[in-house]
């Protein structure tokens, strides 16, 4: 067990914290906090009492946003960082007395680390140092791989970079804070296995390279609890790393899905995809496959380690395009080697091989992750700690 977990005492009352963000701006986008809830599973098997407070759950005002809405309002994130007196912070240290917890945890991924900041100074400001708090997730693990002795600031009293083999368990939803209120569709998102056998320079898999499967029982299990009490109409969103990667595992989990009478989406890297296994996709139940194509420019797929042939990319998708499954093409642009040269051959690969739906992310530089290491590591981390 984690050296930092273990020293908390017995029975203590533990809050789990997922912070604000998509809420700040009105976007609706959200899955209920399944890393918070799989922490909070394998702190109550160590005999704690714990509940998981979701501050991200949108509130009805929340809508769909298009990317230029999101850029647009995104502003009020910002702005909401330097504002002590939003309703949204009240709520979260509200709640959080309450509750009166020995320990309060926190997870963040890199986009959200501000606002967890901001909780546990906030906690620091107003209850004192009696509370311990700790913080995880994927900006921790990032950092610490990068920096080893980076330091969080003193508003935490402990982080901790990683829990293995926590996606093994099944998560208890029930220690969410009224989750008699979420829908099927808000508990769509299962994970069936994790890691990814690639090793792209500009994602975070790094971290948590082997690859861990769980349990089709389990599996079973969470899914027919999400029929039974949450009445499960919507779409299972499979959020694994690399579904289709494992053939076996694959025809286990669609075949699951089939009999339990669910539709379901998910992810795929290109090579892992044959005409067999899209098939079988289709037949089972599958209505959308994601995948990351990354570039139209064989020098940055090159460039990035992505280990996948521009002609591949033909040839398997026009397999997509035949069996007629919608795809969603993930594409990252603005590397900081890429050219204008490379994204006209990107805009040329689109038109080639058509997806039903294009996603075109800016690039992100994530610490932890190879690129990082070599374009920015050397440049002065500036995550800010909101002091008392
Ligand atoms: C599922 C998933 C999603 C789901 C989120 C569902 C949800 N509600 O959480 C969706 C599809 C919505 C999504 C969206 C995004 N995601 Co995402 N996502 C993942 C994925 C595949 C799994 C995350 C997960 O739950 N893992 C299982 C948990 C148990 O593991 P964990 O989070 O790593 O936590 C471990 C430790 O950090 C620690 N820990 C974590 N928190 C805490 C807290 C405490 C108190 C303690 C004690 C320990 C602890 O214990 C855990 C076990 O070791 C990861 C990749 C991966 N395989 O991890 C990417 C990942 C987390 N996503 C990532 C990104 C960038 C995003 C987006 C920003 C993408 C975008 N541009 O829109 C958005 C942001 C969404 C948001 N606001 O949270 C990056 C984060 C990188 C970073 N440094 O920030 C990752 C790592 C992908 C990658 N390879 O680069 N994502």
Redo the contacts with the bound molecule.
């Keep these: 067990m984690?050296r930092?977990?273990q020293s908390l005492k017995p029975n203590s009352r533990?809050l789990?914290v997922?912070p604000p963000?998509?809420r700040f701006f009105g976007y609706e986008?959200?899955?209920?906090?399944?890393?918070?809830t799989?922490?909070g599973t394998?702190?109550e098997q160590q005999g704690h009492f714990v509940r998981i407070f979701d501050a991200?759950k949108p509130t009805p005002d929340c809508r769909s946003l298009t990317r230029l809405e999101v850029m647009d309002n995104y502003p009020q994130y910002e702005a909401a960082l330097s504002d002590r007196e939003h309703p949204i912070w009240e709520e979260t240290l509200r709640v959080i007395k309450e509750f009166n917890p020995d320990v309060?945890?926190?997870?963040?991924?890199?986009?959200?680390?501000d606002s967890a900041n901001i909780i546990a100074a906030m906690i620091r400001r107003e209850l004192g140092r009696d509370i311990i708090i700790?913080?995880?997730?994927?900006?921790?693990?990032?950092m610490l791989t990068m920096h080893p002795e980076y330091d969080f600031g003193d508003v935490y009293d402990f982080?901790?970079?990683?829990?293995?083999?926590?996606?093994r368990l099944r998560p208890n939803k029930k220690l969410i804070m009224q989750h008699e209120t979420y829908s099927a569709a808000n508990f769509s998102?299962i994970?069936t296995s994790?890691?990814?056998p690639n090793t792209c320079t500009?994602?975070?898999?790094s971290?948590?390279k082997s690859l861990v499967y769980r349990n089709i029982n389990d599996i079973r299990m969470e899914l027919e609890e999400i029929k039974d009490r949450y009445n499960g109409a919507a779409p299972i969103?499979i959020?694994?790393?690399c579904f289709f990667s494992n053939t076996k595992h694959f025809r286990s989990v669609s075949a699951l899905l089939n009999e339990l009478q669910f539709q379901f989406t998910a992810g795929s890297r290109i090579m892992a995809l044959t005409p067999e296994k899209i098939e079988l996709f289709a037949q089972q139940g599958g209505i959308k496959l994601l995948v990351g194509v990354e570039s139209g420019s064989q020098r940055i797929l090159d460039k990035v380690e992505k280990r996948l042939r521009i002609e591949e990319i033909i040839s398997r998708t026009r397999w997509l395009n035949k069996a007629g499954i919608p795809w969603s093409a993930f594409f990252v642009v603005g590397f900081p080697f890429e050219t204008i040269d490379d994204l006209k051959r990107t805009e040329e690969l689109i038109q080639k091989i058509r997806p039903s739906f294009v996603s075109m992310?800016?690039f992100?530089p994530?610490?932890?992750?190879q690129i990082y290491k070599e374009y920015f590591a050397h440049k002065t981390c500036s995550s800010k700690i909101y002091s008392n």
């Design positions: 984690n930092a977990l533990i789990l997922e963000f998509y986008r959200w899955h209920y906090p399944i890393t918070l799989l922490v394998y702190l991200d309060v945890g926190l997870t963040s991924i890199t986009a959200k680390i700790m913080l995880g997730g994927a900006h921790v693990q990032g982080v901790v970079p990683r829990i293995p083999e926590i996606i998102g994970m994790t890691g990814c500009f994602c975070c898999h971290f948590e969103y959020m694994d790393d992310n800016r992100t994530y610490p932890g992750t």
